[in-house]
Each structure stands twice: as structure tokens, then as C-alpha cells.
């Protein structure tokens, strides 16, 4: 079923004496969903992935370099929920003279869809506010892209993911020094970036109001950068990169004040750095950490999905679902999860990016028997 690594002395014994193991899933594909290469923007990447049923939606920015990219724009792929096929390709936001990447997908209580865009230009400060555009028809047609603005006195520049509760939903998100409002101690210079925080609206994103500062409440006005969330019980799991070579793992109260937290990159050998863009979810009672992972200072970036315990947030199992070979990727493992049945067995789609040496990244979808990685 899998290829187990390090397996002399048994798993067990390996995690007792402190050594970690690795699962590899031998059952895998992978399927190439967008690719634009020989194109004047064939720069793909960083997918976002909405599951309506019926269909799958995609965005990802189409342009010509990971930064500093004017003109990039963000599209999306329609997918059709059983077959997995594309069906249709579009632009959702484009602004001309600026740069639209990490589109951010949310779903309000009244069945609206909105996509949140770091919004950039080439110079720095780079960020020029967040930008949002909404359909009210399921992801077929969108509204001309807009700004958020101000919130409680702060204008907020990239947006991590949003959890919808009831009539509540929450969204993290982070500040920026030439943004108003977006002062904040120690913060890195070669990114301007401040702190992210948690904010909440209950009118379907047509307003939103301030709740924390999960910077402050996580590691003490130290900065972090991309960061997931998931409900658990009463509030909230939490993953969270430092700029530290830290990673987070946290849960936090309804108020979002975090209660424990563990930094995986001390207690885990399989992180020794972070996990780039964390995706914390659960599945069949059992919680999840999937992203880019490096072993520093040599090893190539792979993508890795990590079970952990939601009550210690310690690590108990490590797969790696992408390039346990060590081959060269230099840039991609921005990933995203959905599942189907199929032929009575649960299907394990992972939406992602990856460049290998040479030309430019492609929109990519792997797939796994979910039995062999949960």
C-alpha cells in the first residue's frame, strides 16, 4: 500500500526514539489542468479551489513571474464534480497596472461567492489594497472587481482563507504599512507586511467588522504571514507560517484568543523550517496540515500533508504526496484539497502548482486513494 521509509526499526520506535518516518502513497496521478506555456502570460499559479458539488471551482493568476508582475491577471477553471474534466476558462478580475494573485475564494450564508485578490503593483509598497469580486450566481458570472476599504480603521492587503458559520463568516487577513491603519511592530521591511487578523462580517461580506490580532495573540507581536483556520468545537484550529523559520499549529477560543499552541518546526523533524501557504482541515474525525514543505537547507521543496492531534497539536503522521524523489522544483506547492466517491473508494484531489527546472509553472491536479494517505 505505501512505501514506508526508514522502516528498520518500525514506525513506533522510530517516533520514540525521536527519528521521524515518511509515507509515500504509491497509488497517485497527476493531471495537468491549465498550461499556458508558449502564451505572452504563461505564468500559472497559486490555485484556489472551491467545492460547489456539480462543480469545482478554480482560480489561479495567469502572468508572466511569481512577483513584481504587472498586468497579471486572475482566472478561473470550471470543473465538472464527477468527471473532474474542465469545462470552461475565464478572467474574473483584471486592473490595469496592477498585479492580481492569491485570489481567495469565500461563500456567504445566502449562497454568494466572492474571490479575494492581494492586489499589487510593480514598486514597493506593493500592496494597494484588497480587492473583491462577487457572483450571485453560483460562480457563472462576477461582479466588476472592487475594494474592500476600511475596516474598523485599517485597509487590509491579502486575504488567507474565510470559515462561515451560521450567519457569521470570519476571514484572515493581514495588514500592510502603506495601507492605512496598517502600522505594526517588527515587521519584516522586505515585505511591509504587518499583522494578520481575524475579521468577521454578518451581512454576507458587504461589511466587515474588527475581531483580533491573531499576530498578537499567537506570538507576540512577531510577525507571521500565510496562515489557515478551521472550526474545532467551540473556536478555531490554527495553522500559521513565521518569518522565524516557525510553524504553527494553535487552537483558539470563539474570540480567537489563542489557549495552546505548539510550534511543529522544534517538535517535528520533518519541519525544520515552515509549511508555505498551510491549509488546515479535517476529515473523517481526523485534522490535517497540507502545504509546501522544505527540509533546510538543501532539500527541494515537496508537498507534504501532516496528521496531527487536535487536542496536543503533535504531528503523527507525515506524507508526501509530491516529490519524495528530490527533483528540482523551484516554485510551486500552493495547494488545495477536495474529495469524490468513486468506484466505492474516496478519491484525494489535491489542486496545485509546480515548475520544474525549466519553463513556467502549470495548474495541476494529484490524485490519491484516500485510504492509503488519511
Same mark, same amino acid.
Request: net charge positive; with cysteine; hydrophobic share 40%.
Given at each position: 500500500m505505501m512505501d514506508k521509509r526508514k522502516t528498520v526499526l518500525g514506525t513506533a520506535l522510530l517516533l520514540a526514539a525521536g527519528i521521524w518516518a515518511y509515507d509515500v502513497p504509491k497509488n497517485k496521478q497527476e493531471t495537468v489542468l491549465a498550461d499556458r506555456q508558449g502564451e505572452a502570460q504563461p505564468y500559472l499559479a497559486f490555485p484556489a479551489v472551491l467545492d460547489l458539488g456539480n462543480e469545482v471551482l478554480i482560480s489561479y493568476k495567469r502572468g508572466k513571474a511569481h512577483a513584481a508582475d504587472t498586468g497579471a491577471v486572475l482566472d478561473?477553471?470550471?470543473?465538472?464534480?464527477?468527471?473532474?474534466?474542465?469545462?470552461?476558462?475565464?478572467?474574473?478580475?483584471?486592473?490595469?497596472?496592477?498585479?492580481?494573485?492569491?485570489?481567495?475564494?469565500?461563500?456567504?450564508?445566502?449562497?454568494?461567492?466572492?474571490?479575494?485578490?492581494?492586489?499589487?503593483?510593480?514598486?514597493?509598497?506593493?500592496?494597494?489594497?484588497?480587492?473583491?469580486?462577487?457572483?450571485?450566481?453560483g460562480g457563472k458570472t462576477f461582479d466588476p472587481v472592487t475594494?474592500?476599504?476600511?475596516?474598523?480603521?485599517?485597509?487590509?492587503?491579502?486575504?488567507f482563507e474565510a470559515v462561515t458559520r451560521g450567519q457569521t463568516t470570519w476571514m484572515l487577513v493581514m495588514t500592510f504599512t502603506n495601507l492605512t491603519g496598517g502600522v505594526f511592530s517588527q515587521q519584516p521591511s522586505r515585505s511591509l507586511a504587518g499583522s494578520v487578523d481575524v475579521i468577521r462580517?454578518?451581512?454576507?461580506?458587504?461589511?466587515?467588522?474588527?475581531?483580533?490580532?491573531?499576530?498578537?495573540?499567537?506570538?507576540?507581536?512577531?510577525?507571521?504571514?500565510e496562515s489557515s483556520f478551521a472550526p474545532h468545537g467551540d473556536g478555531f484550529i490554527i495553522a500559521a507560517r513565521g518569518y522565524d523559520a516557525r510553524q504553527w499549529l494553535a487552537y483558539a477560543d470563539a474570540k480567537f484568543h489563542v489557549?495552546?499552541?505548539?510550534?511543529?518546526?522544534?517538535?517535528?523533524?520533518?519541519?525544520?523550517?515552515?509549511?508555505?501557504?498551510?491549509?488546515?482541515?479535517?476529515?473523517?474525525?481526523?485534522?490535517?496540515?497540507?502545504? %509546501?514543505?522544505?527540509?533546510?537547507?538543501?532539500?527541494?521543496? !515537496? @508537498? +507534504?500533508?501532516?496528521?496531527?492531534?487536535?487536542e496536543t497539536l503533535a504531528i503523527q503522521?507525515?506524507?508526501?504526496?509530491?516529490?519524495?524523489?528530490?527533483?528540482?522544483?523551484?516554485?510551486?506547492?500552493?495547494?488545495?484539497?477536495?474529495?469524490?466517491?468513486?468506484?466505492?473508494?474516496?478519491?484525494?484531489?489535491?489542486?496545485?502548482?509546480? %515548475?520544474?527546472?525549466?519553463?513556467?509553472?502549470?495548474?495541476? !491536479? @494529484? +490524485?490519491y486513494d484516500w485510504e492509503e494517505v488519511r
Amino acid at each position: 500500500m505505501m512505501d514506508k521509509r526508514k522502516t528498520v526499526l518500525g514506525t513506533a520506535l522510530l517516533l520514540a526514539a525521536g527519528i521521524w518516518a515518511y509515507d509515500v502513497p504509491k497509488n497517485k496521478q497527476e493531471t495537468v489542468l491549465a498550461d499556458r506555456q508558449g502564451e505572452a502570460q504563461p505564468y500559472l499559479a497559486f490555485p484556489a479551489v472551491l467545492d460547489l458539488g456539480n462543480e469545482v471551482l478554480i482560480s489561479y493568476k495567469r502572468g508572466k513571474a511569481h512577483a513584481a508582475d504587472t498586468g497579471a491577471v486572475l482566472d478561473f477553471l470550471r470543473i465538472d464534480g464527477a468527471s473532474g474534466a474542465v469545462k470552461a476558462c475565464s478572467t474574473i478580475a483584471t486592473i490595469p497596472g496592477e498585479i492580481m494573485q492569491m485570489g481567495e475564494w469565500v461563500r456567504f450564508p445566502n449562497g454568494d461567492i466572492a474571490t479575494y485578490i492581494d492586489a499589487q503593483r510593480n514598486k514597493q509598497p506593493s500592496r494597494t489594497g484588497l480587492a473583491v469580486a462577487r457572483s450571485n450566481d453560483g460562480g457563472k458570472t462576477f461582479d466588476p472587481v472592487t475594494r474592500v476599504g476600511i475596516v474598523d480603521g485599517v485597509e487590509y492587503g491579502y486575504a488567507f482563507e474565510a470559515v462561515t458559520r451560521g450567519q457569521t463568516t470570519w476571514m484572515l487577513v493581514m495588514t500592510f504599512t502603506n495601507l492605512t491603519g496598517g502600522v505594526f511592530s517588527q515587521q519584516p521591511s522586505r515585505s511591509l507586511a504587518g499583522s494578520v487578523d481575524v475579521i468577521r462580517s454578518e451581512d454576507n461580506g458587504h461589511s466587515w467588522r474588527f475581531v483580533q490580532s491573531l499576530s498578537r495573540e499567537l506570538v507576540g507581536n512577531v510577525s507571521i504571514n500565510e496562515s489557515s483556520f478551521a472550526p474545532h468545537g467551540d473556536g478555531f484550529i490554527i495553522a500559521a507560517r513565521g518569518y522565524d523559520a516557525r510553524q504553527w499549529l494553535a487552537y483558539a477560543d470563539a474570540k480567537f484568543h489563542v489557549t495552546r499552541k505548539v510550534n511543529v518546526a522544534k517538535t517535528c523533524d520533518e519541519i525544520t523550517s515552515h509549511v508555505g501557504r498551510p491549509r488546515v482541515f479535517t476529515r473523517d474525525g481526523r485534522w490535517y496540515l497540507l502545504g %509546501r514543505n522544505f527540509l533546510a537547507p538543501k532539500t527541494p521543496m !515537496r @508537498l +507534504s500533508l501532516f496528521r496531527f492531534d487536535p487536542e496536543t497539536l503533535a504531528i503523527q503522521r507525515h506524507v508526501i504526496l509530491n516529490n519524495d524523489e528530490g527533483n528540482k522544483v523551484s516554485d510551486g506547492y500552493y495547494a488545495m484539497p477536495y474529495w469524490r466517491e468513486q468506484d466505492g473508494k474516496t478519491q484525494f484531489h489535491v489542486v496545485t502548482y509546480k %515548475r520544474g527546472s525549466g519553463g513556467s509553472p502549470k495548474i495541476i !491536479r @494529484l +490524485s490519491y486513494d484516500w485510504e492509503e494517505v488519511r
